[in-house]
């Protein structure tokens, strides 16, 4: 199966769970294809879905594409650009045949030839440096992907479904790159994606509980880690203080987290920077925090990408379907009580390109 052909059963699917066929769809925004069709990918997609869309757009984002695309739907709707946008990412994943394109930026340049190359190395130097600067301990960030993989016990879709693991296990699995061993680090496959946004009027006559966008908020400060602000405070703590004030919500109003978790660390670092623990207090939080359905805050029921894969950029658009399915009552077998508050954050990069958003069940 082809990534076009993977993005067609994610759109199909979006489409018919809103109740809507392809000609009530008139805005279209897709993720970049790297390798498969570099130009005038919005074009292909649509005519290959059957589309004619009045408004088409790529959001390049990294792992932030899903929600950044959701914000960026509702602002071409409010524009009158267009009435019903479907929001969808994919990728096929062959191991042997990775797509690739030529890349020459300053990071291949100045950061590359040095040895600084891969998400491995630039997320365990973040690792390291919140352990030199707040103390966080190996089984303090261990805890991330045990507890994810608990709620992923909930979750048959999730690629690690049935297979629990303690913190010895993840502490005793292959060192991949100092502090970060193998059971802390996402594992790449296939999937898709998608949402469907449109306005509130219209929402009203599809056959779910509409879920609304109450708040929103971006930042991208660097693209190679050399050049990040901070490696402790990443860009999304002013992107989720954004999305708060928009949203006129507080941290302590929240009903879920569903929080992009590439790495053990970035669950610790975005516990910070969105207000629920103290900055440098995410590695003990994590150790006392229940992420099961059933605690006051529940963290990525579905098990995260740590338990579900990241399907490439549809795997941050995971969150975003997440916490629509909790927020309607529609996460079957894994159903939070009465949410009606969620936190989602996409993150690209290394903690570079960020957004948060604030969904909810009712307007207000």
């Given at each position: 199966m082809t990534s076009l052909e993977m993005i067609a059963r994610a759109a199909r699917g979006a489409t018919f769970d809103a109740g809507l066929t392809p000609q009530d769809i008139d805005g279209l925004i897709i993720g970049p294809q790297v390798g498969e069709t570099p130009q005038h990918a919005?074009?292909?997609?649509?005519?290959?879905?059957?589309?004619?869309?009045?408004?088409?757009?790529?959001?390049?984002?990294?792992?932030?594409?899903?929600?950044?695309?959701?914000?960026?739907?509702?602002?071409?709707?409010?524009?009158?650009?267009?009435?019903?946008?479907?929001?969808?990412?994919?990728?096929?994943?062959?191991?042997?045949?990775?797509?690739?394109?030529?890349?020459?930026?300053?990071?291949?340049?100045?950061?590359?030839?040095?040895?600084?190359?891969?998400?491995?190395?630039?997320?365990?130097?973040?690792?390291?440096?919140?352990?030199?600067?707040?103390?966080?301990?190996?089984?303090?960030?261990?805890?991330v992907p045990v507890k994810q993989r608990q709620n992923a016990m909930l979750n048959p879709n999730a690629v690690f479904h049935g297979k629990e693991i303690t913190v010895d296990d993840v502490l005793s699995s292959p060192m991949v790159m100092s502090p970060l061993h193998l059971l802390e680090v996402v594992m790449p496959c296939g999937g898709g994606a998608a949402v469907v946004v449109t306005s509130s009027d219209r929402a009203h006559d599809t056959p779910h509980d509409p879920v609304y966008l109450l708040g929103a908020g971006e930042m991208v400060t660097h693209r190679a880690l050399s050049q990040a602000p901070r490696l402790t405070t990443s860009p999304l703590a002013p992107a989720i203080e954004q999305a708060y004030r928009m949203a006129a919500v507080r941290t302590d109003e929240l009903d879920l987290l569903s929080i992009y978790d590439c790495y053990s660390i970035v669950v610790a670092e975005t516990v910070e920077d969105a207000g629920v623990c103290a900055k440098g207090e995410g590695g003990p939080w994590i150790e006392q925090a229940d992420f099961s359905i059933t605690s006051d805050l529940p963290i990525n029921p579905h098990g995260g990408q740590l338990s579900t894969g990241q399907s490439d950029l549809a795997g941050g658009m995971g969150h975003v379907v997440e916490a629509v399915l909790q927020l309607r009552g529609d996460a079957i077998g894994r159903q939070i009580d009465d949410p009606e508050l969620a936190l989602v954050t996409g993150n690209g990069a290394t903690l570079s390109e960020e957004v948060a958003l604030i969904l909810g069940n009712s307007p207000s």
């Amino acid at each position: 199966m082809t990534s076009l052909e993977m993005i067609a059963r994610a759109a199909r699917g979006a489409t018919f769970d809103a109740g809507l066929t392809p000609q009530d769809i008139d805005g279209l925004i897709i993720g970049p294809q790297v390798g498969e069709t570099p130009q005038h990918a919005p074009a292909a997609l649509a005519e290959y879905l059957g589309l004619q869309p009045r408004f088409a757009d790529i959001v390049d984002l990294g792992g932030a594409c899903g929600p950044g695309m959701v914000w960026r739907a509702a602002a071409a709707i409010a524009a009158g650009m267009a009435d019903t946008v479907l929001c969808v990412l994919g990728n096929a994943r062959d191991p042997e045949r990775l797509p690739r394109s030529p890349n020459r930026n300053p990071i291949r340049e100045f950061d590359v030839p040095y040895g600084a190359s891969g998400a491995n190395q630039a997320y365990a130097m973040v690792a390291q440096a919140h352990m030199a600067e707040f103390g966080t301990t190996p089984e303090q960030l261990a805890q991330v992907p045990v507890k994810q993989r608990q709620n992923a016990m909930l979750n048959p879709n999730a690629v690690f479904h049935g297979k629990e693991i303690t913190v010895d296990d993840v502490l005793s699995s292959p060192m991949v790159m100092s502090p970060l061993h193998l059971l802390e680090v996402v594992m790449p496959c296939g999937g898709g994606a998608a949402v469907v946004v449109t306005s509130s009027d219209r929402a009203h006559d599809t056959p779910h509980d509409p879920v609304y966008l109450l708040g929103a908020g971006e930042m991208v400060t660097h693209r190679a880690l050399s050049q990040a602000p901070r490696l402790t405070t990443s860009p999304l703590a002013p992107a989720i203080e954004q999305a708060y004030r928009m949203a006129a919500v507080r941290t302590d109003e929240l009903d879920l987290l569903s929080i992009y978790d590439c790495y053990s660390i970035v669950v610790a670092e975005t516990v910070e920077d969105a207000g629920v623990c103290a900055k440098g207090e995410g590695g003990p939080w994590i150790e006392q925090a229940d992420f099961s359905i059933t605690s006051d805050l529940p963290i990525n029921p579905h098990g995260g990408q740590l338990s579900t894969g990241q399907s490439d950029l549809a795997g941050g658009m995971g969150h975003v379907v997440e916490a629509v399915l909790q927020l309607r009552g529609d996460a079957i077998g894994r159903q939070i009580d009465d949410p009606e508050l969620a936190l989602v954050t996409g993150n690209g990069a290394t903690l570079s390109e960020e957004v948060a958003l604030i969904l909810g069940n009712s307007p207000s």
